[in-house]
C-alpha cells in the first residue's frame, strides 16, 4: 500500500472547547438540592415518559461549565457508557462531574444496576483526576442523592 493512500483513509480527531461565560456567572453546586433545582428542568419534558441520563461538568470551583445530555433511553432504562461520559468530561477540561437520571416511575430508589454504574464510574474518575461529586436520581417528587446516602 503507498503511503499517500493511507493516509487518505485514516480519519481526523477534533477536540474542541469554548468557553463563553466568565466563571463569575456561572452558578455554583454546593449541595445536592442546588444540583437537583438546576438539572430538574432538563427532565421536565421527559420526566414521566422515558429515562435520560444527564450531567453537568464542573470546574474546580464546583462551577457549572456546561450540561450535556449522555443518553436517552425508554420507559425502564437507558445506556450511560463511561467512554461517552468521560469523553465529554475530558473535552470539557472538567474538574468534577454530577451525575444524574431520571425514574419515569417517580420512585427515586436506586437500582442495582444504579449502585454498580455510579460505583464503576467514581473509579473511573479516580483514575482520570475527575472527581465524580455526586449521581442524582430525579423524580417529580424529589430526588435520592448517592452523595447524601453515602453511597459515593
Known amino acids: 500500500m503507498e503511503h499517500n493512500s493511507l493516509l487518505t483513509t485514516v480519519n481526523e480527531a477534533q477536540l474542541v472547547y469554548r468557553n463563553t461565560t466568565p ?15 438546576m438539572l430538574y428542568p432538563l427532565f421536565d419534558a421527559c420526566m414521566d415518559m422515558r429515562e435520560e441520563f444527564w450531567m453537568l461538568l464542573l470546574d474546580r470551583g464546583n462551577r457549572v461549565k456546561c450540561a450535556y445530555r449522555v443518553s436517552q433511553g425508554g420507559m425502564h432504562g437507558t445506556v450511560a457508557d463511561p467512554k461517552l461520559i468521560f469523553a465529554a468530561a475530558l473535552k470539557g477540561l472538567a474538574a468534577g462531574i454530577l451525575l444524574a437520571h431520571n425514574h419515569p416511575s417517580g420512585r427515586a430508589t436506586p437500582s442495582e444496576e444504579d449502585v454498580l454504574l455510579t460505583r464503576k464510574l467514581r473509579e473511573a474518575g479516580r483514575f482520570l483526576d475527575i472527581a465524580v461529586h455526586d449521581h442524582l436520581i430525579i423524580t417529580r417528587e424529589g430526588y435520592y442523592s448517592f452523595s447524601d446516602n453515602g453511597a459515593l
Open 23 to 37: 466563571a463569575a456567572a456561572r452558578p455554583k453546586v454546593s449541595t445536592s438540592a442546588d444540583a437537583y433545582q
